[in-house]
C-alpha cells in the first residue's frame, strides 16, 4: 500500500457527522435495521460463526461448479442476459417480497462460472519475477518503500531525540487530522469495544477487501449490510462466483440482487428477516431433522436441527445430505449446504486467526493507530504470507515470516537526523586568533577597546564553526550537537 491508499483507508469518515453531538447516537449495526422483523420471537444462530473481535467479514470465493440461476417468474424481474463474450445485467426490482412464492424444491438451472474464460489466480507475471525472493520482496507489494522509510526515519529521529536541545526535537506527523472514531459496543463478541472493520477474504484466507465501519452509513430504501456487501464486492461481481456471508449480512434482498449480477449467495440467516418463509422459519424439529423450501426466484432456506437450530439460505444449493465422519469415528448426516458453508466462512477465521498470533494491538486512545497497526504489521503481512508460500510453494510460518521481514529492515540503511550533524572538534593551527567566546564576553562587561587589547589568542579552534575557541569554551559552547546550516 502506498501512502495515499493507507490515508484513504484512515479518512473515510463522515465530517458532518464527527462534528454533531450525536454524530454516534444511532448506530445501524443492530437488529433495528430496515431488513429486520421484530414481531418473532424464533432465533436461531449461525454455524461456526466466530469471527474477529473487532471485524464483521465476509467472504467470496471463486467457483468451478456449475452454479444454479433463478427460473424466470410472472413478475418482470430481469435476469443475466448473455451476448457472446459480454455479460449485461440489470434489474429493476428493488423488493422481492410480494413476487415471492416459496413451495418445494424443485430442480434449477444452472450458471456457467467464467462464461468468458477470463485467466484467474496469482497473476503469472508476479510468479515469474518473484520467485525465490525474499519475504520482504512481498511484503512491499503491499506497503512500499516510502512508507518504510518513512517508518524507519521517524523510529530512528525519535530515539534520537532526547539528546537534542529542545528547539531541536523533530515532531511525528500523525497520519489523520480527524476527531476520533467513537468505539463501538458489540455485546455478542468477546472484546465488546472496539473498532469495527469490514473485510472481503478469499481462497486461502487472502484479504481482498477492507473497510472501517464509521457509523451513519445507512441510506433511504438500503440495508446497511446489502450496501455494505455490495460496494465492496462490486468489481468482483458479474463472474459466477459465490459469496459466503453470516446472518448480520444474508436476507433474501441481498440474494436477489447478487443473482441479478450472476452472484450466488450462501450464509446463516436470522429467523427475523424480512420475506422469510414462516412455515419453515417456526416448524419445530428434533435432532437431525430438516425443512426447506424454494422460491420461484430460486432462493433455498433450510432449517436444520443439530445441538440449536440452523437456518440456512443459499442460491446454489438443495436440500441434500451428506454423510461425514467425526473426530470419534462416528457418522452423521449434514446438509451440503453447511458443510459448504463452514469452508466457505471458514477462511475469515483463519484469516483472524493468523493475525491474533501477533497481535500489535495496545491500549490507545486514538483511533487511527489502531487502524494503521492492523493495515501495516497484520493484513499486510498476512497478505504477503499468503502469497510467498503460493509462489515459492512452501509453508512458511507467520512468525518465520515476519522474522525475516524484520531482519531485512535492520540491514536496510535508513537516513536520521545524525545525516544532518557535522563532527565538531578541537584542532590546533599554525595561526593564532582570539578565543571568540571570551571575546564577546569582554566586549559585553568593559566594551570593545578592552576586549580587542586583553582577550588572549591561541592557536586551537573548532573546523566546524570556523571558530577560535580555549578549550574551557570550547566544551561549554558545544554542549549539544549543532545541525549543519542549509
Not at 74 to 103: H, K, L
Not at 155 to 173: E, L, V
Not at 405 to 412: H, V, W, Y
Not at 444 to 455: C, F, M, V
Request: charge should be negative.
Amino acid at each position: 500500500m502506498n501512502p495515499d491508499e493507507i490515508n484513504e483507508v484512515l479518512d473515510y469518515s463522515d465530517d458532518d457527522n464527527f462534528g454533531s453531538d450525536d454524530g454516534f447516537s444511532v448506530f445501524d449495526d443492530t437488529d433495528d435495521d430496515p431488513d429486520f422483523r421484530i414481531d418473532l420471537d424464533d432465533s436461531t444462530h449461525s454455524v461456526n460463526n466466530s469471527g474477529s473481535d473487532f471485524e464483521s467479514n465476509f467472504n467470496l470465493l471463486d467457483s468451478n461448479e456449475e452454479t444454479p440461476q433463478p427460473p424466470a417468474s410472472s413478475t418482470p424481474i430481469q435476469t443475466p442476459v448473455f451476448q457472446g463474450s459480454n455479460i449485461r445485467v440489470t434489474s429493476t426490482v428493488q423488493d422481492y417480497g410480494n413476487n415471492i412464492i416459496w413451495s418445494d424444491i424443485m430442480q434449477s438451472n444452472n450458471l456457467v462460472y467464467n462464461p468468458t474464460g477470463q485467466v484467474v489466480g496469482i497473476n503469472p507475471d508476479l510468479i515469474e519475477c518473484l520467485t525465490n525472493d525474499s519475504p520482504y520482496d512481498f511484503y512491499s507489494l503491499f506497503v512500499d518503500d516510502t512508507i518504510i522509510d518513512m517508518l524507519g526515519h521517524f523510529t530512528s529521529t525519535t530515539s534520537f531525540s532526547p539528546i537534542s536541545p529542545s528547539g531541536d526535537a523533530p515532531r511525528c506527523p500523525h497520519l489523520c487530522n480527524h476527531n476520533p472514531v467513537s468505539s463501538l459496543y458489540i455485546k455478542n463478541k468477546h472484546h465488546r469495544y472496539g473498532i469495527k472493520i469490514f473485510k472481503l477474504c478469499i481462497q486461502d484466507a487472502y484479504t481482498i477487501g477492507f473497510r472501517v465501519y464509521t457509523g451513519r452509513e445507512a441510506e433511504p430504501g438500503v440495508e446497511v449490510s446489502t450496501k455494505i456487501v455490495m460496494e465492496m464486492s462490486e468489481e468482483y461481481l458479474d463472474f459466477g462466483r459465490t459469496l459466503y456471508t453470516d446472518n448480520w449480512y444474508t436476507s433474501i434482498n441481498l440474494a436477489h440482487k447478487l443473482l441479478s449480477r450472476t452472484t450466488n449467495l450462501v450464509g446463516t440467516l436470522r429467523a427475523n428477516r424480512k420475506h422469510n418463509p414462516q412455515d419453515v422459519v417456526k416448524h419445530k424439529l428434533k435432532k437431525g431433522e430438516i425443512v426447506a423450501q424454494k422460491s420461484n426466484t430460486g432462493i433455498l432456506i433450510l432449517k436444520w436441527k443439530d445441538k440449536r437450530d440452523v437456518l440456512m439460505l443459499s442460491t446454489k444449493h438443495e436440500d441434500n445430505i451428506r454423510q461425514i465422519q467425526t473426530k470419534i469415528g462416528t457418522e452423521v448426516g449434514k446438509p451440503e449446504v453447511v458443510l459448504d458453508y463452514n469452508r466457505g466462512k471458514g477462511l475469515v477465521d483463519v484469516s483472524d486467526l493468523r493475525s491474533s498470533y501477533h497481535t500489535p494491538l495496545r491500549r490507545s486512545m486514538k483511533w487511527y493507530r489502531k487502524v494503521a497497526f492492523e493495515v501495516l504489521l497484520n493484513t499486510s503481512v498476512i497478505n504477503a504470507l499468503i502469497l510467498y508460500n503460493k509462489v515459492n510453494n512452501c509453508n512458511m510460518s507467520g512468525t518465520e515470516f515476519r522474522e525475516s521481514i524484520i531482519l531485512s529492515m535492520i540491514d536496510k540503511p535508513v537516513d536520521t537526523e545524525n545525516d544532518n550533524l557535522e563532527m565538531h572538534s578541537i584542532v590546533e593551527k599554525t595561526t593564532r586568533n582570539r578565543c571568540a567566546i571570551c571575546y564577546q564576553k569582554l566586549v559585553l562587561e568593559e566594551g570593545r577597546t578592552y576586549a580587542q587589547s586583553k582577550t588572549k589568542k591561541l592557536r586551537t579552534m573548532c573546523p566546524a564553526c570556523d571558530r577560535f575557541y580555549c578549550v574551557e569554551c570550547f566544551f561549554a559552547d558545544h554542549k549539544y550537537f549543532k545541525k549543519k546550516n542549509k
